[in-house]
């Protein structure tokens, strides 16, 4: 093992600068009341993940064949423009009747938003888990820039049992 090398002038001098800068923890913050608080935040847990019934139910590549015309889309759900608190609603309501009617494949719109980072955007994956919309939804996928892009869905629905 190397044995340090001795300071010089130079390296005394910048040492003394930095220490002039340091100053002590204020007493009404001890250390030990510093190791009591948590490092981390608390957040909620994960939505469980959709349950299917059978294979049939699930989607495997649907969004591709949409993407190529082989399916086509029956409902446009339009969400521009809306809050979140008219936004959601106007899905479940929207979603319900599509799947009532027996469509498969819905066209959700949300927009983008300023720098893809739109509201609605952002909460539609987690609308789709709620649990009213969970018995309908299949599955999801970004949509093609000719149907919207970043700034719409497919959402696959199950098959209508009645």
Same mark, same amino acid.
């Given at each position: 093992m190397k044995t340090p090398r001795p300071l010089t002038q130079n390296? $005394? *001098?910048i040492w003394h600068r930095v220490a002039r800068t340091v100053h002590p923890l204020s007493?009404? $913050?001890h250390r030990s009341e510093a190791l &009591?608080?948590?490092?981390?935040i608390h957040l909620p847990p994960a939505p469980k993940p959709v349950l299917h019934k059978s294979p049939t139910d699930l989607q495997i590549r649907s969004d591709k064949k949409v993407r190529k015309g082989k399916i086509a889309i029956e409902t446009k759900i339009d969400l521009h423009d809306l809050t979140c608190d008219q936004a959601f609603p106007a899905l479940v309501n929207k979603l319900t009747r599509a799947h009532h009617r027996g469509a498969r494949c819905v066209l959700v719109?949300? @927009?983008k938003g300023a720098n893809l980072e739109g509201v609605l955007r952002k909460s539609l994956p987690g609308w789709l888990m709620e649990a009213r919309l969970r018995p309908f939804v299949a599955s999801f996928a970004p949509a093609h820039i000719r149907h919207g892009g970043t700034g719409a869905f497919y959402v696959f629905l199950k098959r *209508? &049992? @009645?």
């Open positions: 390296d $005394l *001098n007493q009404s $913050l &009591k608080r948590p490092s981390y719109v949300t @927009g *209508n &049992k @009645g």
